[in-house]
């Protein structure tokens, strides 16, 4: 047989090894926790805070480190809660330090979402934007039988659903799509040290993409300001109790209680690209970037607001300490404190302003956001 009959032979059992390998797999997800599953019993138990209403739905999402799960689940339109926890494993009542130490659970996200607002199959879209579905137990920079990826449904209806996304799902891979789709068989909320944690710790670990979460995010705000007219001449209100519910629990607590974020673990400390800070409770621009420095105190720094009389100032003496505190006139949201030991070239003072309180928009999102009317703050 000539040398290219045998490279051709040899390719060909190649080739139809990989079609039957592909062929095996694609009919049905691999278990990446079915070892044990076969042969333990699992507890049946559920341990969770958040309680979906008559016409809420939920889901369970393992998607490597649920850090980064939870934060994008807060940040997409339709979603309505979100809690981590560790599911479908050997033991009750976990600790973080068991699941690390191969108890078997799954690190998830408990996501409860309005049907009417995103369906599950859009909602898995997303989902699965977040993940490598072909890998065994490691996302990330993370490995073990806790970062599994798995879909589990309290449901049995959405069962055929998330199988047939999943179909549909591994028809964009040649390797297997590996996720498991299993009913919920038992989940225990995390510590409170982990729940929320990107927004405690915004420069914390995450596995997903920002551009992701940034995209989910935009698409959240827009429906919560569905008009998008911020115009120059438009006037401003006060939130409604509807908004403030969708603020997090950090915005909640700076914007109308007057805590402050950590120093330098906030979103908005390091961030150096052009654009508009605006309030996070009502959308109103507060802030430029061109007034924007690096103060060293640990929060963005202003050294003016973006107009005159959109702030109001009054004397804080709390905590033993003599400040002058900042606050939005129109919405009443804390801001953050004012001092004058700014740079003198911009007129001496620093706005030293807790980035919980704010929503920034880069300069080219700030036309599609309903801010166009803003860009001649911008010389070039």
Same mark, same amino acid.
């Given at each position: ?226 008009? *998008? !007219? @911020? &115009?120059? /001449? ?7 109790? $509807? %908004? ?70 009054? *004397? !804080? @003496? &709390?905590? /033993? ?7 939005? $006139? %129109? ?50």
């Amino acid at each position: 047989m000539s040398r290219g009959k045998i490279l051709m032979s040899v390719l060909a059992v190649v080739v139809a090894i990989a079609i039957g390998t592909y062929l095996a797999f694609s009919t049905k997800n691999i278990s990446a926790s079915e070892s044990f599953n076969a042969v333990a019993d699992i507890p049946e138990e559920i341990v969770q805070q958040n309680q979906k209403a008559a016409n809420e739905a939920e889901i369970y999402l393992a998607g490597g480190c649920f850090w980064g799960t939870e934060f994008l689940m807060r940040n997409v339109p339709g979603v309505t809660s979100v809690e981590v926890g560790y599911s479908n494993g050997l033991t009750r009542n976990p600790t973080y330090h068991d699941v690390c130490n191969d108890s078997g659970h799954a690190e998830s996200a408990h996501v409860i979402y309005d049907p009417n607002g995103i369906s599950l199959v859009k909602l898995l879209d997303i989902y699965y934007q977040s993940i490598d579905p072909t890998f065994v137990n490691h996302q990330g920079k993370d490995q073990g039988i806790q970062y599994r990826t798995g879909i589990y449904f309290s449901d049995p209806a959405d069962e055929e659903v998330i199988k047939t996304s999943l179909n549909k799902l591994q028809g964009n891979f040649f390797n297997p799509v590996v996720v498991e789709c299993k009913p919920i068989k038992n989940f225990y909320r995390a510590e409170e040290e982990h729940q929320e944690y990107l927004y405690k710790n915004p420069n914390g670990y995450c596995h997903v993409s920002r551009s992701l979460i940034d995209e989910q995010a935009k698409e959240n705000a827009a429906k919560e300001f569905p008009n *998008k !007219d @911020f &115009s120059r /001449g438009r006037t401003y209100d006060k939130p409604d109790k $509807k %908004a403030l519910e969708k603020l997090s629990d950090l915005q909640r607590a700076v914007t109308q209680n007057g805590e402050t974020e950590p120093p330098y673990k906030n979103e908005y400390n390091e961030e150096n690209r052009e654009g508009i800070y605006v309030d996070v409770t009502n959308g109103q621009p507060l802030f430029v970037s061109t007034d924007k420095f690096d103060s060293g105190c640990g929060w963005p720094a202003f050294a003016k607001p973006i107009e005159k009389g959109i702030l109001v100032e009054r *004397k !804080d @003496f &709390s905590f /033993g300490m003599d400040r002058v505190e900042v606050r939005a $006139k %129109a919405s009443g949201a804390h801001l953050g404190h004012v001092f004058d030991d700014g740079k003198k070239e911009n007129g001496g003072m620093r706005y030293c302003i807790n980035s919980a309180s704010l929503r920034f928009i880069s300069r080219d999102k700030m036309p599609e956001e309903g801010y166009g009317d803003w860009l001649d703050l911008f010389k070039h």
